[in-house]
């Protein structure tokens, strides 16, 4: 490890920052967020320095660097452009015994500025030593996406009880366990909904009574397999989960996202095939949650297109176990869209309808009258064992047999592939079809050639892209 890290404290101590340009507004910016009496030594400051210096947010000392400034402050920053002055600066400060950065100069520096993620007061710092600082930001940025905004509001209400959860709890390892807990029970999601209200009384109640741990489901949608399109409150659910119930279709890099100790339950579900019946889902998920863990049911595409999600929470609710949705990009949407297929366009179809080709035995049949009108798209989920009869009765019910047709397979992932067509030839092409696949019908599929763009190259960039995010995790 090349540096320690540390946080200072800089709340009302003397900072000097020797420069008045671009590179210097941009540290001032941060010391007077973190409270630091800012100082500084330039010619002339930006226009943003100008205004805090009249607004008496920082005093401009002098417009020349003498070594006795750095005498009675707590830290020094040099950001100038003159590579001589820079270096009296750090000399004058390492014979003061005070840390001092050089902007974009590591050997002159005592201390070096962390990219850095805010939510105060929880703060992340990640630095490279100087060695790669565009990799630092990246990562960065990636945890900007991974850790919510309401993990500050969490930091502070914990903060305001700590004290009070000291005096219940008298070993370390005790109060240790307890905020393990709260942070992985309904108390964050309730932070993240902005119901710090309720959230306390949450708090309360397991300070009180530590041991009845309310559990809770989260019915999160997976997207259609790039794990790219799984959205960022999917991803922080799965990261905090005790047990993932998911399907057959969530894909295996969406998996690799769940937290690493989570218990993974497969439950199936494939049209015409489940591993569990879905009332075995259903008590399974009362089962988990009643015991106190927070539970991810994990659905591929989006848990109420076509995905009984509906169901599974209306059991839920009716049994009083706490829940959330969280929407992912259905296959419609998400598998079209990477075959370069748009589901509606000015020129070609003003309405698209999202049908299952797998319906209940009872069920109400199908309106092929109006499925089969011109200038509207058809999204058939679950249609290959069917597409014979999609074809004949669409056919028969007036729609045009050159109608272009596609069937997407294994969509958003690398190895996607699309059969294009026409809807008399549909059901030669479905059954070739690998699966998952999905069926699209209408004018719309003819922009495939002119607007596919997920080829090889696009696979390898999201493939690395993926690659570091699974890491991450």
Same mark, same amino acid.
């Not at 226009?47 to 020349?64: N, S, V, Y």
């Not at 009765?393 to 067509?421: E, F, K, M, Y």
């Given at each position: 490890?090349?540096?320690?890290?540390?946080?200072?404290?800089?709340?009302?101590?003397?900072?000097?920052?020797?420069?008045?340009?671009?590179?210097?507004?941009?540290?001032?910016?941060?010391?007077?967020?973190?409270?630091?009496?800012?100082?500084?030594?330039?010619?002339?400051?930006?226009?943003?320095?100008?205004?805090?210096?009249?607004?008496?947010?920082?005093?401009?000392?002098?417009?020349?660097?003498?070594?006795?400034?750095?005498?009675?402050?707590?830290?020094?920053?040099?950001?100038?452009?003159?590579?001589?002055?820079?270096?009296?600066?750090?000399?004058?400060?390492?014979?003061?015994?005070?840390?001092?950065?050089?902007?974009?100069?590591?050997?002159?520096?005592?201390?070096?500025?962390?990219?850095?993620?805010?939510?105060?007061?929880?703060?992340?710092?990640?630095?490279?030593?100087?060695?790669?600082?565009?990799?630092?930001?990246?990562?960065?940025?990636?945890?900007?996406?991974?850790?919510? @905004?309401?993990?500050?509001?969490?930091?502070?209400?914990?903060?305001?009880?700590?004290?009070?959860?000291?005096?219940?709890?008298?070993?370390?390892?005790?109060?240790?366990?307890?905020?393990?807990?709260?942070?992985?029970?309904?108390?964050?999601?309730?932070?993240?909904?902005?119901?710090?209200?309720?959230?306390?009384?949450?708090?309360?109640?397991?300070?009180?009574?530590?041991?009845?741990?309310?559990?809770?489901?989260?019915?999160?949608?997976?997207?259609?397999?790039?794990?790219?399109?799984?959205?960022?409150?999917?991803?922080?659910?799965?990261?905090?989960?005790?047990?993932?119930?998911?399907?057959?279709?969530?894909?295996?890099?969406?998996?690799?996202?769940?937290?690493?100790?989570?218990?993974?339950?497969?439950?199936?579900?494939?049209?015409?095939?489940?591993?569990?019946?879905?009332?075995?889902?259903?008590?399974?998920?009362?089962?988990?949650?009643?015991?106190?863990?927070?539970?991810?049911?994990?659905?591929?595409?989006?848990?109420?297109?076509?995905?009984?999600?509906?169901?599974?929470?209306?059991?839920?609710?009716?049994?009083?176990?706490?829940?959330?949705?969280?929407?992912?990009?259905?296959?419609?949407?998400?598998?079209?869209?990477?075959?370069?297929?748009?589901?509606?366009?000015?020129?070609?179809?003003?309405?698209?309808?999202?049908?299952?080709?797998?319906?209940?035995?009872?069920?109400?049949?199908?309106?092929?009258?109006?499925? @089969?009108?011109?200038?509207?798209?058809?999204?058939?989920?679950?249609?290959?064992?069917?597409?014979?009869?999609?074809?004949?009765?669409?056919?028969?019910?007036?729609?045009?047999?050159?109608?272009?047709?596609?069937?997407?397979?294994?969509?958003?992932?690398?190895?996607?592939?699309?059969?294009?067509?026409?809807?008399?030839?549909?059901?030669?092409?479905?059954?070739?079809?690998?699966?998952?696949?999905?069926?699209?019908?209408?004018?719309?599929?003819?922009?495939?050639?002119?607007?596919?763009?997920?080829?090889?190259?696009?696979?390898?960039?999201?493939?690395?892209?993926?690659?570091?995010?699974?890491?991450?995790?």
């Amino acid at each position: 490890m090349n540096y320690l890290p540390l946080f200072a404290d800089v709340k009302q101590r003397v900072v000097l920052v020797v420069g008045g340009g671009e590179v210097a507004t941009r540290k001032i910016d941060l010391l007077l967020r973190a409270g630091a009496d800012v100082h500084v030594v330039a010619k002339a400051l930006t226009e943003p320095l100008l205004e805090k210096h009249h607004a008496g947010q920082l005093r401009w000392l002098a417009q020349e660097f003498s070594p006795d400034q750095v005498d009675k402050v707590f830290l020094v920053i040099a950001a100038t452009d003159d590579v001589a002055l820079n270096a009296a600066v750090s000399e004058a400060a390492q014979q003061r015994y005070r840390l001092v950065n050089v902007v974009d100069d590591q050997p002159k520096c005592s201390f070096i500025f962390p990219s850095i993620v805010d939510r105060s007061p929880l703060v992340v710092a990640i630095s490279s030593g100087g060695q790669a600082p565009v990799l630092a930001r990246l990562l960065r940025e990636k945890l900007e996406a991974l850790l919510p @905004a309401s993990l500050g509001d969490m930091a502070r209400v914990a903060g305001e009880w700590r004290d009070r959860v000291k005096e219940r709890f008298h070993s370390m390892r005790a109060r240790r366990q307890f905020w393990e807990r709260l942070f992985n029970s309904p108390f964050a999601d309730q932070m993240a909904a902005g119901q710090q209200t309720v959230a306390e009384e949450t708090l309360r109640q397991q300070l009180e009574q530590p041991q009845q741990v309310q559990g809770d489901v989260a019915l999160v949608g997976a997207g259609p397999g790039d794990a790219g399109l799984l959205t960022l409150r999917g991803l922080q659910l799965i990261q905090l989960a005790d047990v993932v119930l998911y399907d057959h279709l969530v894909s295996p890099e969406v998996l690799e996202l769940v937290r690493r100790d989570a218990e993974k339950i497969c439950v199936g579900k494939r049209a015409s095939s489940h591993s569990l019946p879905q009332g075995e889902i259903n008590r399974l998920l009362f089962t988990l949650a009643s015991s106190g863990k927070r539970v991810v049911r994990l659905k591929g595409g989006d848990p109420f297109i076509f995905g009984r999600g509906g169901e599974e929470v209306q059991y839920l609710a009716k049994a009083g176990i706490p829940f959330q949705i969280v929407p992912g990009i259905t296959a419609a949407a998400g598998v079209t869209a990477y075959a370069g297929i748009p589901l509606t366009h000015r020129d070609y179809a003003q309405s698209v309808l999202f049908i299952t080709g797998h319906c209940r035995p009872d069920g109400e049949a199908l309106d092929w009258s109006t499925l @089969a009108r011109g200038r509207q798209t058809l999204a058939i989920y679950m249609g290959t064992v069917k597409a014979a009869e999609i074809s004949q009765q669409l056919i028969a019910h007036g729609r045009a047999p050159d109608t272009p047709v596609a069937v997407i397979s294994r969509g958003t992932r690398s190895d996607q592939s699309v059969n294009i067509g026409t809807l008399a030839e549909l059901d030669a092409l479905a059954h070739q079809a690998p699966t998952p696949a999905l069926l699209v019908i209408g004018e719309v599929v003819a922009l495939h050639h002119q607007l596919a763009w997920f080829g090889l190259q696009a696979q390898e960039a999201g493939q690395t892209g993926r690659s570091a995010l699974v890491n991450l995790a």
